[in-house]
């Protein structure tokens, strides 16, 4: 059916589509406002030059003008390399804490959740928010845990983390095997939910969604970077929240409120905690597995902690955290509310419940409001998208073109060095006067260095350090090479690449699971708790290495990947296999692997990855001082530290004045858990 007849409801004449001129106007201005963000900041660098050469005419003096214009040229020329880099990947480290709470919000919450959450809604009932209410947990941890070593190792990418505190093959491992879950668990369930929406809308085939969503999104994403991201995010984390509680209103009014919701579902829709023995969303399950899934995902994932990376500190890395706790609550009000709701109100959801929330809408949603909706179907999308397209390109441009090439590049200096015991200085000049000689051999410039190390030190900090007469500059930009430029080319094109391989794998979102939200839990399930595991205790504990390590990720992975290509072949309408006709013993084996709850798998993964991260720690020696200073917890520290705070001299309002920023942020965190605590009890 037509987007337009659906939304109107009129279904008499499908060939003359009319929409509101109030839904058209909403969804122009979103659409408007998406793109002039994500232009903006695109083309702010250019920006700067048009300003820059606008002041120069108008200048009286021309020393000043020249002085003016040479020192603005060298910013704004640095400020575009800069771009290529850090800016473009990590929005130059000046993100407050609303943008990054938002962004956290926006980039969860895809189309697959207004599908998928009201989907399970529908199906299953209250239990699916369990989902959601664990998450605040997590997104805390990751702004009191894991925010301070990832800011103070001062990475781009998790992975990169990941090297330093263990080696290069862990992270080239983790690098990989993070772009394979984008394709199977963001990019083509978000493509897919994209494409059910727009099949319902708009009466589009899958390819032609694909297609649409993909040149809107990335073509923000590709001009502006994380900036465009975060910012536009901002907007459609509004646009969001804004129609969902206008849905959830609606439906609540309609259904009758809590009480009609239980006079007409079955008792066990309306409670949180379920039995051991549900098929998918068991209490002990949630407890054990799900914990280690949400771990992933919020503390681990490049896609969501890439936003909190680019904090302008720690301090508002942390609130954003807090405040992306606090609203992360409302999705199972938002989504999985109105999907109880559709299966009450309109009986056809329960034969197919991905349409709840759609239909929902085309049917109680006024004229004038639809095309709010349709702005925050396009929002969710879009938002969701743009995350995945940007962390992916930025996973393979830093972690893994960037390293093969300072590989090779190493090569090449070794085939260049003839003599490793040269002794050939390198002059280093400035204003025309020798400083130092800098010899390859280290062992024959000791004495020269102790009376040059401050000289050079000052030098490097003017900036005017020149080698065998020909200028250098010494800014640090994150770069090895100085080629930023290259890096952002690759990572666009890499992010194409990924993204189409994320739509090539739709079927296989279709093949395992209708329920899109239980589809995307069960992959994570699969294959995030070995993850966990090692981010988790290699924070925590000094006792692991980088051969426990990778042995972990190795293994845990082969066993998730087993379950998920077992469960495609063996359970289901689409299966190729029937287990039954294994020898007894072999079909009970691979029937109890196969059917295991997830969230159970994902427990008793958790464990198996446990042990053997401690065991392979311990048989294979203490790990590098140089992989776990500053990079694991220092408990005599911590405990110092509290001991000298809280000694006799201690005055409290002096503490407070002191830790200001610290001691509200510890109160959100306290109101934030006692929220999540009462809707625990609330809704039991």
């Not at 895809?110 to 989907?119: D, R, Y």
Request: aromatic fraction near 12%; glycine fraction near 6%; proline fraction near 4%.
């Amino acid at each position: 059916m037509n987007v337009f007849n659906l939304l109107t409801g009129d279904t008499s004449n499908e060939s003359t589509p009319s929409l509101h001129i109030i839904d058209i106007v909403i969804i122009i201005i979103y659409f408007l406002a998406v793109y002039s963000i994500g232009f903006y900041y695109g083309l702010e660098p250019y920006f700067k030059k048009i300003k820059l050469f606008f002041l120069s005419k108008f200048k009286r003096n021309n020393t000043v003008e020249q002085q003016i214009t040479n020192n603005d040229e060298i910013q704004t020329n640095n400020d575009t390399q800069q771009t290529s880099n850090k800016n473009f990947f990590l929005a130059d480290n000046n993100t407050g804490w609303l943008a990054i709470g938002s962004s956290l919000f926006a980039s969860n919450i895809g189309s697959e959740h207004f599908i998928g959450l009201a989907s399970s809604g529908a199906s299953l009932g209250l239990c699916v928010g369990m989902g959601e209410w664990i998450s605040p947990i997590f997104i805390l941890v990751l702004g009191w845990l894991f925010i301070p070593f990832y800011l103070k190792s001062k990475v781009y990418t998790l992975p990169e983390f990941i090297e330093k505190r263990f080696d290069r093959k862990c992270r080239m491992y983790l690098s990989c095997f993070s772009l394979i879950m984008y394709i199977l668990t963001k990019i083509s369930v978000s493509v897919y939910a994209g494409s059910i929406v727009f099949k319902v809308l708009l009466n589009w085939n899958i390819w032609v969604s694909a297609t649409c969503l993909i040149i809107s999104t990335g073509l923000y994403t590709i001009t502006g970077g994380l900036k465009a991201v975060i910012y536009t995010e901002v907007l459609q984390t509004f646009i969001l929240i804004i129609s969902g509680t206008t849905v959830f209103v609606i439906g609540m009014i309609k259904v009758g409120g809590l009480s009609g919701l239980r006079e007409n579902l079955p008792d066990s829709m309306m409670h949180l905690f379920q039995p051991p023995n549900h098929p998918d969303f068991p209490i002990t399950g949630v407890i054990f597995g799900l914990a280690w899934t949400s771990m992933w995902y919020w503390n681990t994932d490049q896609v969501i902690v890439q936003r909190a990376l680019s904090a302008k500190d720690l301090a508002n890395a942390t609130r954003g955290c807090i405040f992306a706790s606090f609203i992360k609550v409302l999705p199972v009000f938002l989504m999985v509310f109105p999907g109880m709701i559709a299966r009450v109100l309109i009986p056809e959801v329960q034969n197919d419940p991905n349409g709840a929330f759609i239909l929902l809408v085309q049917k109680f949603v006024p004229v004038g409001l639809k095309g709010l909706f349709v702005a925050a179907m396009l929002a969710a999308l879009m938002s969701s998208l743009a995350s995945i397209f940007h962390s992916s390109s930025t996973l393979f441009t830093m972690d893994v073109y960037r390293v093969i090439k300072e590989k090779l590049r190493g090569r090449r200096s070794e085939v260049v060095q003839t003599s490793p015991s040269s002794t050939t200085p390198i002059t280093i000049t400035t204003n025309q006067q020798v400083v130092a000689p800098v010899y390859y051999n280290s062992t024959e410039r000791l004495e020269e260095e102790e009376n040059i190390e401050e000289p050079l030190e000052n030098l490097q900090q003017n900036n005017e350090l020149t080698i065998n007469n020909q200028p250098t500059n010494t800014t640090n930009n994150n770069n090895d090479d100085g080629s930023g430029a290259e890096y952002v080319i690759v990572g666009k094109i890499a992010g194409i690449i990924i993204t189409l391989f994320g739509v090539l794998s739709i079927p296989i979102v279709q093949l395992l699971s209708k329920q899109l939200y239980i589809y995307t839990h069960k992959v994570m399930g699969y294959c995030a708790s070995p993850i966990a595991v090692i981010f988790l205790f290699g924070v925590l504990s000094k006792r692991v290495n980088n051969y426990g390590c990778f042995a972990t990720l190795l293994v845990g992975n082969t066993i998730g990947l087993t379950r998920l290509f077992l469960e495609a072949i063996l359970i289901g309408e689409n299966k190729i296999f029937d287990v039954e006709k294994l020898p007894y013993w072999l079909g009970k084996l691979v029937g109890g692997f196969v059917t295991l709850s997830f969230l159970h798998f994902s427990a008793a993964l958790a464990l198996f990855s446990i042990i053997c991260l401690y065991i392979i720690s311990l048989l294979t020696g203490k790990p590098k001082e140089e992989n776990i200073e500053l990079l694991t917890l220092n408990y005599r520290s911590m405990y110092e530290t509290v001991r000298n705070t809280f000694n006799s001299n201690f005055n409290f309002k002096t503490f407070i004045k002191e830790n200001r920023e610290e001691v509200i942020n510890v109160l959100l965190t306290i109101i934030s858990l006692g929220i999540l605590v009462t809707l625990y009890i609330v809704f039991a």
